[in-house]
C-alpha cells in the first residue's frame, strides 16, 4: 500500500518565518510534488520533481522553493512567510515508469494546514 | 493553456436520487482523465480513470471526446458519497491539472 506521509497535520507560525514541510513515500516513486489547496481554486501545482535533485516550477512557484536530496522526501520551503501563503498544502508522489499500473496516478498524503499570522 | 472546468461549487441532492458531476477539459493530445475525491478528514485519492472503463462505488465516467466532458454519474446516491470530487486530466510528463472541485452533499 502505498504511503505518503507528511510531517505535520496543523503549523501556525508568523510571518516572515522561514517554514520547511517535509514529505516522505515509501514507494519508491520518482515524481513528487506539491500542491495548495484552496477553496474555489481546487489544487495548484507548486513545484514537481522527477527525480533526486531535480525540480520543475508549476504554477505558482512565487515564494516558495524545494529540496530533492534523497528519492523518498521532498521538502517545501517558505523563505519568508507572509498571510497570503495560509493554505492547505498537499505532497503527492506518482510513478514514472509506464510499465506500472499505476502510471500517471498521483498518491496524496493526508495534508498540513499552514496558517501564517 | 490546458484547463480542467467544473462549473458547480456544491451540488446537493436527496439520498437515491441521480448524480451527475460536470466536468469539461481542454482539448490537447490525448489526456488521460481521472476523479479523485477526498471525503471528511481523508486524503485525497483516486476514484477512477478512463482506460480502466470501470465502476466504483457505483460511480461511472465517460469520456466524450467530441465534447470533451468527463463526467461523473451515480443513478442513486447515498449519503456515503458526501465528498468533495476533483477532475483531473494529464498535462506533461506526470503531471496532472485539476479542477476548481465539486462538493456533493446528499441529504438524507
Known amino acids: 500500500d502505498v504511503k505518503v506521509t507528511q510531517s505535520s497535520r496543523y503549523l501556525v507560525k508568523r510571518t516572515g518565518e522561514k517554514v520547511f514541510l517535509e514529505c516522505v513515500q515509501d514507494m519508491d516513486h520518482e515524481n513528487m510534488f506539491w500542491y495548495r489547496q484552496d477553496p474555489g481554486l481546487g489544487l495548484r501545482l507548486i513545484y514537481f520533481?522527477?527525480?533526486?535533485?531535480?525540480?520543475e516550477k508549476g504554477d505558482i512557484p512565487e515564494g516558495y522553493s524545494v529540496s530533492r536530496e534523497k528519492k523518498e522526501r521532498f521538502s517545501l520551503i517558505l523563505e519568508s512567510a507572509s498571510t497570503n501563503q495560509t493554505s492547505m498544502y498537499l505532497c503527492?508522489?506518482?510513478?514514472?515508469?509506464?510499465?506500472?499500473?499505476?502510471?500517471?496516478?498521483?498518491?496524496f498524503g493526508p495534508g498540513t494546514r499552514l496558517t501564517v499570522l | 493553456a490546458q484547463r480542467v472546468t467544473q462549473p458547480e461549487k456544491l451540488l446537493s441532492v436527496f439520498k437515491g436520487a441521480p448524480v451527475e458531476l460536470k466536468c469539461n477539459y481542454s482539448?490537447?493530445?490525448?489526456?488521460?482523465l481521472f476523479w479523485y475525491v477526498q471525503y471528511s478528514r481523508q486524503r485525497l485519492q483516486l476514484l477512477l480513470r478512463h482506460i480502466s472503463r470501470e465502476s466504483i462505488k457505483g460511480f461511472t465516467a465517460d469520456l466524450n471526446k467530441g465534447e470533451t466532458s468527463f463526467h461523473l454519474k451515480k443513478p442513486f446516491a447515498q449519503e456515503e458519497d458526501s465528498a468533495m470530487y476533483y477532475c483531473?486530466?494529464?498535462?506533461?510528463?506526470?503531471?496532472?491539472?485539476f479542477g476548481q472541485g465539486t462538493t456533493l452533499q446528499v441529504k438524507p
Open positions: 482539448y490537447s493530445g490525448s489526456p488521460e
Open positions: 520533481s522527477y527525480d533526486v535533485k531535480m525540480k
Open positions: 483531473a486530466r494529464t498535462r506533461g510528463t506526470g503531471k496532472l491539472i
Open positions: 503527492a508522489s506518482s510513478p514514472h515508469s509506464r510499465s506500472r499500473s499505476s502510471y500517471n496516478e498521483q498518491f
